[in-house]
């Protein structure tokens, strides 16, 4: 900390006021919709009156989502898409930021491989969910080369597909074009690739903060780790990694909170209108709490809209996240052997 | 010797990689603007990596026919980050300057509440803020889309680590001594001083309300007013398109080239304010 000069309390009044706009804007976009939905969760609140014969309903509304099978398969499912994203988020950013930092390699074209890895991560997901939904249809980009590669004849051959999620000669307009797997059909494919494009989405990220993490590590470490015969396994083990723990713990944490979060791929990813898709295969937390609860008129399936139980099951929704994140923050400091630094945070922004 | 060779073979195997996953980084955009040049037979026969003569067709077509205005939405997108852009920066570069230099008690409570707000997932409380909008009449306004972006608490954390560095303490004095009101001050000297984190941040801030669907999803329910990703949403689940395939991959390319070019023009910015943001050194 830089050291400050007093500058009287007069211009220090000035404090109150540039801080004001923010905090009232947080008082009533942030905080006030929390308590809100505190509130909410105990009444039987809909979309009409919200005010006008308010009834308290005690603890129903959790034990309606509770008993909910598809807000609880929700649950299962947003962990597993999380997980199947990080996973390989985390392994490629660490192997490709020691590579990218290493002295021995001496890599080129650093700047422009992170410039391309971080792109897909501005696009819209709204988008991204739209083409892929092209590109793995019947007659898309990912059928065909699966067909001229002599994939799909072979896992014809193989009877590795059931016959009813085949296409023979899906070419539209007279096209030719051999066997196709009707792959938006088949639910473990279709999870797949919704962790798939998460990973897509947002590995460039975690590259460059990862990267950024292992260049602010000093150089005499490594220095003295190559005099002292180290080898790079040990290295990495005993340097880099221990060293990049805040960094770890800021990408796990952001990541965690945005991935319980994740909705826009989700819900915009599905062929056949279903939110969800078609057997709710990757129905996602936020996913049931916005189509089933809160759009609830609105969807095909004719549940009614009911907003005291999407504020239930959003209730529900910041309980997971809460739990989860403590458990993590401890697992983190039981590894620890050191005195905990002060906790490193980055811009918000929802991540999975 | 062999050592260097090693060296070499490992490069190899690491530059495949890395082109590798550019191709998976790339390949799905190149499709996606070359299918927007390509009429539907032609999508219809398979893959190109060639542009085509369709745009102009397709663009007919997407201007025409269709449920969805998708160039109206684009404006409306256009309008409200805009909006959303100014409010981030303005506000949140004001209060992380007076959380810098200034000593009062909220101080410390302030940005307590900041770091508290990065952490807590706020998406979820959306049905409580949905109940906000309507208790003040405001679905189907921008207002609720764009307002809230005062109390944007990743830019202020975001400008709490920029100034550290950038504050000049003595230049404040002087003015002070010059008769400069605190107000002019921030105006005159510390926003030039803080203009390229500024520039940073106004690009994140732009990007996320661009691609924000959730928010607007659930408080615009006329389609005149419809932002662009739910202009897409539309256009997803509808089958105008369906027909004219070119047509479709043009409105996808429509929302993402402008992304992309303004991204290759400022991409060490963006690169940088990544890592300014996450570390703390």
Known sequence: MKERIRTGTKADRWGYVFVAPFLIAVAIFTLYPIINMVIMSFTNATNRDFTQSLRFLGFSNYTTVFDNDRFMSSIGNTWKLWIMNFIPQLGIALLLSVWFTSLRLRLKFIGIFRTIFYLPNLLMPATVAALYNMLIGNSGPLNRMLYSLGISQWLVKMNLVPENYLLITPGMDGAPDGIAVILTDIPSFMTGMVAYMQWWLWFGTTIIIVMAGMTSISVSLYESAYVDGASGGTIFFKITLPLLRPVMLYILVTSLVGGMQIMDIPYMFNVNGRPGGRLGEFDTMNVVMVHQYFHGTRNPYGETRNLGLAAAAGMMIFGVILIATIVLLLLMRIGKDKEPKKEKTRKGGVRA | ?281
């Open chain 2, 1 to 281: 010797m062999s050592a260097k060779i090693g060296i070499n073979i490992g490069r190899v195997f690491i530059y495949i990689l890395l082109a590798f996953l550019t191709f998976l980084c790339v390949a799905p955009l190149w499709i996606l603007v070359v299918n927007s040049t390509r009429s539907t037979a032609e999508i219809n026969l398979g893959i190109s990596l060639i542009p085509s003569t369709n745009l102009a067709f397709n663009w007919r077509v997407l201007d025409q026919g269709g449920s969805v205005d998708l160039f109206r939405s684009f404006g409306n997108s256009a309008f409200i980050s805009s909006l959303t852009t100014v409010l981030t920066v303005y506000f949140g570069l004001l209060c992380a300057y007076a959380i810098e230099i200034y000593d009062f008690k909220l101080k410390k409570i302030t940005l307590g509440l900041v770091l508290f707000l990065i952490m807590i997932p706020g998406q979820v409380a959306i049905i409580g803020f949905y109940q906000l909008v309507v208790s003040f009449n405001m679905l189907n306004s921008y207002i609720p889309l764009i307002l809230p972006a005062i109390g944007g608490a990743g830019a202020v954390f975001f400008f709490k680590q920029y100034l550290e560095s950038c504050v000049i303490m003595e230049l404040i004095h002087a003015a002070r001594i010059d008769g400069c009101s605190e107000l002019g001050i921030f105006h005159k000297i510390m926003m030039p001083i803080a203009a390229p984190g500024a520039f940073t941040m106004a690009i994140f801030a732009f990007v996320g309300s661009w691609n924000n669907f959730f928010t607007p999803f659930l408080i615009i329910t006329d389609q005149k007013k419809s932002t662009l990703p739910m202009a897409i949403q539309i256009i997803i689940n509808g089958n105008t398109y369906n027909r004219e395939l070119g047509a479709f991959y043009l409105g996808l390319a429509i929302t993402i080239v402008p992304v992309i070019v303004v991204y290759i023009a400022l991409s060490k910015y963006i690169i940088s304010g990544i890592a300014m943001g996450a570390l703390k050194e």
